[in-house]
């Protein structure tokens, strides 16, 4: 079993910057594959940013340039580091860990850019 605890959502106006933090339970946290998604209001969760247990990162092209998602595997620690926000970012953000073929999942934490 996994858990993943996300934290620094927050409310923030358009062109400014916010990062995302999700710490992970267990001792293989380097091999897991980890993801950042989000759901805003009617829409489906969709897939924000990726970082496999090799380092090899995927994006939204919605985000690309703008968001970068890295990891800490001494801290048990993915990030999303979130720059030139829009308004059409704001979702709930939820950290993703994928391990063994299972699926993982964070509480989540709002980001609300507005001005």
């Known amino acids: 079993q996994v858990q993943l605890v996300e934290s620094g959502g927050g409310l923030v106006q358009p062109g400014t910057s916010l990062r995302l933090s999700c710490a992970a339970s267990g001792s293989i946290f380097s091999a897991y594959t980890m993801g950042w998604y989000r759901q805003a209001p009617g829409n489906q969760r969709e897939l924000v940013a990726k970082i496999t247990n090799n380092g090899h990162t995927n994006y939204a092209d919605s985000v690309k340039g703008r968001f970068t998602i890295f990891r800490d595997n001494a801290k048990n620690t993915v990030y999303l580091q979130m720059s030139s926000l829009k308004t059409e970012d704001t979702a709930i953000y939820y950290c993703?860990?994928?391990?063994?073929?299972?699926?993982?999942w964070g509480q989540g934490t709002q980001v609300t850019v507005s001005s």
């Open positions: 993703n860990a994928v391990w063994d073929g299972a699926d993982y």
